[in-house]
């Protein structure tokens, strides 16, 4: 499955962005996907995961309450809406894709391009 997220930019502190990770290959509803972010000089961060099987998701502590993860079957896509956000969420987000039920998954198999994310005033 070839993956490719978008709607990366830039917000000032306080302000919203809505990522969308598409997919062509397979139906993202049969995968787990999830998203992870990657800051200049640091490791990459799981951030936030949707199971295929349930729709249970799964967030780090430091985005619980202020980043949703959803899917729209009809358009293939999952989003991650992130709220209120903070200059600490400036990143490259990445989605992934699972062959799995249940997040977080084993292994992601398929990995997008990122969309860089840049909080600042």
């Known amino acids: 499955v070839q993956l490719q997220a978008s709607g990366g930019g830039l917000v000032q502190p306080g302000g919203s962005l809505r990522l969308s990770c598409a997919a062509s290959?397979?139906?993202?509803?049969?995968?787990?996907i999830g998203w992870f972010r990657q800051a200049p000089g640091k490791e990459r961060e799981g951030v936030s995961c949707?199971?295929?099987?349930?729709?249970?998701?799964y967030y780090v502590n430091s985005v619980k309450g202020r980043f949703t993860i959803s899917r729209d079957n009809a358009s293939n896509t999952v989003a991650l809406q992130m709220n209120s956000l903070k200059p600490e969420d400036t990143a490259v987000y990445y989605c992934?894709?699972?062959?799995?039920?249940?997040?977080?998954?084993?292994?992601?198999?398929?990995w997008g391009q990122g969309t860089q994310v840049t909080v600042s005033s």
């Open positions: 992934a894709a699972a062959i799995e039920r249940l997040c977080p998954p084993h292994f992601y198999s398929s």
């Open positions: 949707i199971s295929s099987s349930d729709g249970s998701t």
């Open positions: 290959g397979l139906t993202l509803d049969d995968l787990v």
